[in-house]
Nanobody
């Protein structure tokens, strides 16, 4: 059973930055393509950052140039650096592997005020 913990969210003004962290005991992020997702109220969960086992990254246009996903293999931790935040980035953020996904965690709330 995988136990996932996302952290680092909070309230920030537009233009600010946050760094999210994700640990998942029982799942080695090095062995699975992984990603950060978000879900805003009334909307579907969407992928906002992806990283392959080789370390290649990809982003949708909505966050490209502002968000950066990374992975610390020694700590088995995923990170999401978010800069130049906008009110439309407000959502609960989750991490997961993109294949053989585990049960979603509680996520971490990000609120961006205008």
């Amino acid at each position: 059973q995988v136990h996932v913990v996302e952290s680092g969210g909070g309230l920030v003004q537009a233009g600010g930055s946050l760094r999210l962290s994700c640990t998942a005991s029982g799942r080695d992020f090095r062995r699975y393509p992984s990603g950060w997702y978000r879900q805003a109220p009334g909307k579907l969960r969407e992928l906002v950052a992806a990283i392959t086992t080789g370390g290649s990254t990809d982003y949708p246009d909505s966050v490209k140039g502002r968000f950066t996903i990374s992975r610390d293999n020694a700590k088995n931790t995923l990170y999401l650096q978010m800069n130049a935040l906008k009110p439309e980035d407000t959502a609960v953020y989750y991490c997961n592997t993109r294949i053989v996904p585990f049960q979603w965690g509680q996520g971490t709330q990000v609120t961006v005020s205008s």
